[in-house]
């Protein structure tokens, strides 16, 4: 999962402090560092935004005030030097508080409540909207558009994407919970190790779907699924 992320700290040090977190976290990414809540209207309204990491004490308009305008759909984290606003931040509905100066430690903890909050809300499928995943391989994070996965296999702990155009990832992985985060309009399960992209076939028979010159099994278990999924896209 990665998060859409934006700051808001008049406060120059602060403000880099945040963006060097941000950078070094593989699961956030930066959308705008603002030095104003008024400088960063444009960009929050433009952008799918998750988390908002914002000062409250700032001269033009506090964070206290801003936050009342932010969509109830993005968790605030308030940022500040001052104990006594804790309780001020929390009326309006902040998710998390941070107290300067933040240590990456103390960062990171805020973070992993925001991914725990996401990941236990149905209703939050952030594969579905940006149009990729994101999966581990050799120590490194790999991106995968989802509509360049043809296939995907399984093999006891591992995953394998077959991609279009692109060399084959192997990620460790269980396909069940993958079936679950990915599109149902487009990834079928056509076999107990397999999930297939309905997209991009090039032919079906009731044993097998292809992809060019790859072939991957249907079970019978399956086959009226994919049956009546091909009836329904039939003239």
Same mark, same amino acid.
């Given at each position: 999962?990665?998060?859409?992320c934006?700051?808001?700290?008049?406060?120059?040090?602060?403000?880099?402090?945040?963006?060097?977190?941000?950078?070094?976290?593989?699961?956030?990414?930066?959308?705008?560092?603002?030095?104003?809540?008024?400088?960063?209207?444009?960009?929050?309204?433009?952008?799918?935004? #998750?988390?908002?990491?914002?000062a409250?004490h700032?001269q033009?308009?506090?964070?206290?005030?801003?936050?009342?305008?932010?969509?109830?759909?993005?968790?605030?984290?308030?940022?500040t030097?001052?104990?006594?606003?804790?309780?001020?931040?929390?009326?309006v509905?902040?998710?998390?508080?941070?107290?300067?100066?933040?240590?990456?430690?103390?960062?990171?903890?805020?973070?992993?409540?925001?991914?725990?909050?996401?990941?236990? #809300?149905?209703?939050?499928?952030?594969?579905?909207?940006?149009?990729?995943?994101?999966?581990?391989?050799?120590?490194?994070?790999?991106?995968?558009?989802?509509?360049d996965?043809?296939?995907? #296999?399984?093999?006891?702990?591992?995953?394998?994407?077959?991609?279009?155009?692109?060399?084959?990832?192997?990620?460790?992985?269980?396909?069940?919970q993958l079936?679950?985060?990915?599109?149902?309009?487009?990834?079928?399960?056509?076999?107990?190790?397999f999930?297939?992209?309905?997209t991009?076939?090039?032919?079906? #028979?009731?044993?097998?779907?292809?992809?060019?010159d790859?072939?991957?099994?249907?079970?019978?278990?399956?086959?009226?699924?994919?049956?009546?999924?091909?009836?329904?896209?039939?003239?």
């Amino acid at each position: 999962m990665i998060l859409n992320c934006a700051i808001i700290d008049e406060d120059p040090e602060a403000l880099q402090l945040l963006e060097q977190y941000i950078e070094k976290t593989p699961t956030l990414h930066l959308i705008g560092a603002y030095k104003s809540a008024i400088d960063a209207v444009d960009g929050i309204r433009h952008n799918h935004l #998750d988390v908002l990491f914002l000062a409250i004490h700032m001269q033009q308009i506090s964070g206290l005030e801003f936050a009342k305008v932010v969509p109830k759909n993005v968790k605030i984290v308030f940022t500040t030097a001052f104990k006594e606003y804790a309780i001020e931040a929390y009326k309006v509905n902040a998710f998390d508080y941070l107290l300067k100066p933040i240590s990456y430690d103390d960062f990171m903890r805020s973070c992993q409540k925001v991914f725990e909050s996401y990941m236990q #809300d149905d209703n939050y499928n952030p594969i579905k909207r940006d149009g990729f995943l994101v999966v581990k391989r050799d120590y490194k994070c790999v991106r995968i558009p989802i509509d360049d996965i043809l296939f995907v #296999d399984c093999d006891k702990d591992y995953i394998r994407f077959h991609l279009e155009g692109r060399p084959n990832v192997r990620t460790l992985g269980n396909l069940k919970q993958l079936e679950e985060r990915l599109p149902k309009e487009k990834f079928k399960r056509v076999h107990r190790s397999f999930l297939a992209n309905m997209t991009k076939f090039d032919t079906v #028979d009731q044993q097998h779907i292809t992809y060019g010159d790859q072939s991957i099994p249907i079970s019978e278990t399956y086959f009226e699924f994919i049956k009546k999924y091909l009836e329904d896209h039939s003239l």
